[in-house]
């Protein structure tokens, strides 16, 4: 079976947790700070926060941006349902922009309708690794007086032009940038996120609201020579990543140049086979910005039904997910975007990812297409039975 994807580990990842675990502090400590102080400088931000998960950072980072109940919060329903969620968890409501059908990201055409009275943030994902139009979306937020959040889970390693300047997702070009470091992701910790900022004030509150509120982190106080007694200023959270995990992710933060340059090799190798399949539509990946290709997302042809050609490729031993889901089409959400939305719902409708990982063989890719191409004929055949498929 050719899996979606499969992280990039070996032993120097397993020695690295190893020698967490040997040395006795294995919660938030040293190596997440080393973690932190090696992402910011990956990335070009002045600050980095590790915590437990993407959606933890997404939600510290709507609260510290101000956001509260009956507020509104700018976003697209095609993306992974947390970021919807964490605008709930927040007491506000998601207000869902279809997407540009050509980068499965949020259209800036649609956003300026979308402001309100009550809008409080804009949060604009960089779907399936590919940045989204930042260029024309900050404008638009700074003339309404908006922080700009950037869902940037799956975009480790991903680049865009800005004023002609080349620079890595999560600088950050918004307010904050958020990272997820799960198994699907082009680096990962198991679990584990992380949140960029230029803002030393809204760093801090991170930090603050990660560990329950503490205004004296565990750490400090036993590394004191004199006895510290902290006390909790605010509600917080236990957002805190492992030592466990950090370790792992400075290994792989290690690897992400190498990978990323992979991925980029696997999505070329890709789109030339992919030329031999009628109907298929490639992604496409705009010239001022490039993708890490943390996901190959490709359109079906028209009548084709997505669920039997991924019933049929999986029956011929490889897996792929279907289109990025709409948060709107789900039950918790249901009615909020209806009819308004169509380029999102022809997207999770009609777009399949195909497998991609940097272990991925030549064979592996001829396999994935063969599989493909056999589904897309016997869709054919179902359509007129008497036509001949090659």
């Known amino acids: 079976m050719i899996p979606i994807t499969k ?6 990842e397993a020695r690295a947790a190893a020698e967490v675990v040997l040395s ?9 700070a080393a973690f932190e102080a090696e992402f910011a400088q990956q990335v070009g931000a002045p600050y980095a926060c590790a915590v437990s998960n993407c959606t933890t950072a997404l939600h510290l980072a709507l609260l510290v941006a101000g956001v509260g109940p009956g507020d509104e919060v700018i976003t697209v329903s ?3 349902i947390a970021t919807a969620n964490v605008v709930r968890q927040c ?4 207000v869902f922009v279809d997407i540009d059908p050509a980068t499965y990201n949020l259209n800036p055409d649609l956003l300026a309708s979308a402001v309100t009275a009550r809008s409080k943030a804009i949060l604009c994902v960089h779907q399936v690794g590919l940045p989204c139009d930042l260029e024309r979306i900050l404008p638009i937020a700074r003339a309404h007086g908006l922080p700009v959040i950037e869902d940037a ?11 002609g300047t080349w620079a890595p997702i999560g600088a950050p070009h918004g307010d904050v940038a958020c990272f997820s470091f799960h198994p699907r992701k082009v680096i990962t910790t198991g679990e584990g996120g992380m949140l960029t900022t230029r803002r030393a004030d809204w760093d801090h509150q991170f930090r603050l609201l990660r560990q329950h509120g503490m205004s004296v982190p565990d750490t400090v106080r036993h590394q004191a020579g004199e006895v510290l007694l902290e006390d909790y200023p605010v509600s917080g959270f236990n957002y805190r990543m492992t030592d466990i995990q950090a370790a792992i992710g400075r290994r792989q933060l290690e690897r992400l140049s190498d990978i990323v340059s992979r991925r980029r090799a696997l999505a070329a190798v890709y789109a030339r086979l992919l ?8 992604p496409h990946e705009p010239a001022w910005a490039r993708s890490n290709w943390q996901s190959y997302c490709v359109r079906l042809p028209d009548g084709v039904d997505q669920r039997r050609v991924m019933q049929s490729m999986l029956n011929g031993g490889v897996a792929t997910r279907r ?4 948060s709107h089409l ?22 399949i990812l195909l497998p991609l990982y940097p272990q991925m063989t030549q064979d592996e890719h001829r396999q994935v297409i063969d599989a493909l191409r056999l589904a897309l004929a016997a869709e054919r055949r179902a359509a007129d039975p008497s036509r001949e498929v090659a």
């Open 323 to 326: 289109g990025v889901m709409c």
């Open 275 to 282: 030329a031999e399949v009628p109907g298929v539509k490639l």
């Open 78 to 80: 095609h993306s992974f």
């Open 24 to 32: 006795g502090w294995l919660s938030q400590g040293a190596q997440v």
């Open 153 to 163: 889970a799956c975009a480790i390693g991903s680049e865009i032009r800005l004023d």
């Open 7 to 12: 992280p990039l580990l070996d032993e120097s």
């Open 330 to 351: 789900e039950a918790p959400y249901a009615g909020t975007g209806s009819g308004t939305l169509p380029h999102s719902e022809q997207a999770h409708h009609r777009c």
């Open 91 to 94: 007491g506000a409501t998601p």
